[in-house]
């Protein structure tokens, strides 16, 4: 069958909210979902299809936001979704949105931008799942967005450690004991830098924290808009796995920017836009120490003051060091060393 | 609903004669099914498809999304998820590629996508072997995969076609793996009939995927989590359509042959020389050559052998197979696949028929043969060895419970 001349491979133009009051008022994402109390993943879930609209297919990668979420009889999803394997939310978002292509621009289904959105867990994103993301973030022609959200554990499981567990934290695989305080002593990924950094053609990048509602919906659209493959981290609190009071989910995602443990910022086409009170201390304002995060969660309860240190020496880094603080974790050649080198 | 298709041909669309490789025909038949979404993954002998259909593509034969993944895992899932929103797809791998995929083969029948595979037959590492065994395959034979194995060029072609008309009908929406193997047809060539477009069309209908359809306008759920309160019933679910596909499959080869006006009547197995055999040999695939040459031979010399060539592995054609074998004074079970530690150490398909025959009111003596593992040439002596040894239980009524390793070094 020959190609037809009126399919043109275009995105949804959805223009950013412009407050909270001129946010749309449409669920997408309603009950019938049975997740913990104070789940900030859920709430990501709820934001993202809210900011995407009702032509959105979504697809779900094995994890929380699949199992304790979407439930035989009691789907919590208006827009058509569709699980997909731990590891597979790159793939699924790549054939979703090769599928439609092909029958849109064969004349087989009716030609209409439809949004494509993938999301995964920390494990499926970061660990399974990275090989795949980062070969669909390379198929420019076909457009979908892949929304990691982050609650820095296999938390269905049982809170097992994944590669975006924070040093030192305790999980059911890293429990502190007598003899080993620290079993976990490996730093997490940089997910969002890691993604714009290693994939030339991938316009759009973000991190977004659902403590601040509007501009994380404003980057999903933006994602959705502009284009291409793109990619967005979410940093979720995590009452079960982290060990803290739920009513506390939105401050501790708060104390994450403020601490400069998570920074918000996107990438378009290559330029580095920090957002809130990242750019705050992009700015100039003070970071308020890691410990004021830390110590409110169960999971470092066993830390000292030598770890507290650590942690903070490892954050200062990423502000200090980085050539492009909390994104991208090159350092430049000091010119006299480079000079002296040379000879 | 079953398929009718309208009236026959017009006689001026001649087929085209082209001396191609299986994975040739393959790709040949993809063009006329107007695939839409094709993912490659590179791993010898299937390959030779993908490189196929990708000068298909850009030779303008074809239209279609082509997409090199990263590995045979995201392979499988990039189509799988291509046919939930209503495209036509065709994947493949061969060996320890198919096994990387295993979570994506798993997944595949339970949510009803009728994905075509070719499986290039490859021996499974380690050690790396290039050579042909079936154990790649078999390995979904319990999951809900239809299975079926082909022996020449014209086969790979005209089952291809079929199997898409196969696994599209909703009473299936299975998965289906068309196994090739290595080497010995996935890069040899021969004569095959190419029919015209207009033909295939007339044969296979557009891939309807219905009330399945992942669609803002159909905004299902698919796939929600289920435990005990649902799962033996979706397993349920699976295996009335594997049953259905016994019906389907014989819709279709009626239905090919009065298109194509070819084709063989018994879609399930071949059967080569049997009316009047004392000793039937079964196997699968390319083996059926020397076992062919064998038979002749023999028959020159007054031994009444015949051969058994099963295409159909799931669904296995049970009684249509009893009646085929049971006739026999003994039965010789060429496998090109092992199965460790199975009753009487035999391979798969010889277990299979062992069961098949279990409630047959006519049972011969079965032998159990394993041959040709790794690629090796399965040569005249060996069939020679395998018809004497089935000739004795025969003679004495007895089947002889050892399986019995043909061509390798003692």
Known sequence: MAETTTFSNATQILEPFRGVKRVTIEEYFTSGHRTCQGCESALVMKLMVKASGPRT????????????????????????????????????????????????????????????????????????????????????????????????????????????????????????????????????????????????????????????????????????????????????????????????????????????????????????????????????????????????????AHFVEEDLAYFQAKVDEMWEKWEIPAVVPFRRLDATKAALSAK | MAVVTQAAPAAHE?????????????????????????????????????????????????????????????????????????????????????????????????????????????????????????????????????????????????????????????????????????????????????PPKAKVDQFLPRYNRGDLLLHPDNPITVAPQANEDWVIEIRRQNNEAMARAVTVIEEAYADFRRVFGRGPENPWFEEYMTDDAEVILVGMGTISLPIKVAIREMRAKGKKVGLVRLRWFRPFPTERLVAALSKAQALGIIDRDYSFGSPFGSGVVANEIRAALYNADRRPPLLSFICGLGGREVTLEDVYKATDLCYAAATSGKSDPKTHWLGVRE
């Not at chain 1, 759009?204 to 959705?224: G, Q, W």
């Open chain 2, 14 to 194: 001649a087929d085209k004669e082209l001396l191609i490789s299986g994975s040739e025909a393959v790709a040949e038949a993809l063009t006329l099914a107007d695939l839409d979404v094709v993912t490659a993954y590179p791993i010898r002998p299937y390959d030779t498809v993908m490189q196929a259909i990708a000068k298909k593509i850009s030779g303008g034969q074809l239209v279609a999304e082509y997409i090199v993944a990263e590995g045979e895992h995201s392979q499988f899932e990039i189509v799988k998820h291509a046919s939930t929103v209503g495209a036509r797809v065709f994947c493949g791998s061969s060996g320890v590629g198919w096994m990387y995929a295993m979570e994506c083969l798993v997944v595949t029948p339970p949510l009803r996508v009728p994905m075509v595979a070719l499986v290039g037959n490859r021996a499974l590492d380690d050690p790396g072997a290039f050579g042909v065994e079936h154990n790649d395959a078999l390995v979904v034979r319990d999951v809900g995969w239809l299975l079926c194995w082909i022996d020449t060029s014209q086969e790979a072609l005209d089952t291809t076609l079929i199997a898409y008309r196969v696994a599209e009908d909703r009473r299936v929406f299975l998965p289906l793996a068309i196994s090739a193997d290595g080497a010995f047809l996935t890069h040899s060539q021969a004569l095959t009939m190419v």
């Open chain 1, 57 to 300: 297919i979504v697809l779900g990668s094995t994890g929380c936001m699949y199992v304790a979420n979407t439930t035989y009889y009691t789907t919590p999803w208006v827009v058509p979704w569709m699980h997909t394997q731990l590891g597979s939310s790159g793939s699924a978002a790549l054939g979703t949105a090769a599928g439609l292509k092909a029958l849109m621009r064969k004349g087989k289904m009716k030609s209409e931008p439809i949004n494509v959105i993938a999301f995964c867990g920390d494990g499926g994103g970061a660990d399974m799942g990275l090989g795949a993301i980062s070969a669909t973030l390379t198929h420019k022609e076909y457009n979908s967005l892949i929304l990691l959200y982050d609650n820095e554990s296999y938390a269905n499981t049982d809170i097992q450690l994944s590669g975006m567990t924070p040093y030192g934290a305790n999980t059911t695989f890293s429990p502190p004991g007598k003899v080993k305080r620290l079993i976990h002593t490996r730093w997490k990924k940089n997910m969002a830098g890691l993604m714009a950094a290693g994939h030339p053609e991938c316009r759009y990048v973000a991190t977004v924290c659902a403590s601040y509602a509007v501009e994380m919906m404003n980057k999903v659209r933006r994602a959705l808009t502009i284009g291409g493959p793109t990619f967005i981290h979410s940093l979720d609190p995590c009452p079960k796995g982290w060990d803290y009071d739920p009513m506390l989910s939105h401050e501790l995602g708060e104390l994450a920017i403020e601490t400069g443990i998570f920074p918000l910022y996107e990438v378009e086409d290559g330029q580095v836009k920090y957002y809130g009170k990242t750019k705050a201390i992009i700015e100039g304002r003070a970071r308020k120490p890691v410990r004021e995060y830390l110590l409110k969660q169960g999971r470092f």
